[in-house]
């Protein structure tokens, strides 16, 4: 059984989780150098949103 779920980080970046364990971080900030990944500018852009969580497959 795998479990995907995309969490969206309090003032940071998209995150994959399956089974639990970060795969990747996808900006969201718009100010990495590193798109669409994040590269922790985030901190430097002092960028603010909610957190939110969507269960993607869990099967």
């Keep these: 059984?795998?479990?995907?779920k995309i969490k969206s980080s309090k003032d940071g970046p998209n995150l994959v989780i399956i089974d639990g364990q970060?795969?990747?971080a996808f900006c969201r900030c718009g100010h990495s150098n590193n798109k669409p990944f994040?590269?922790?500018t985030h901190h430097k852009a002092k960028f603010e949103a909610e957190e939110k969580e969507t269960q993607i497959f869990n099967g």
Excluded: L, R
Excluded at 1 to 4: A, G, P
């Design 38 to 40: 994040c590269d922790g």
């Design 1 to 4: 059984m795998v479990e995907i």
């Design 22 to 24: 970060v795969k990747m």
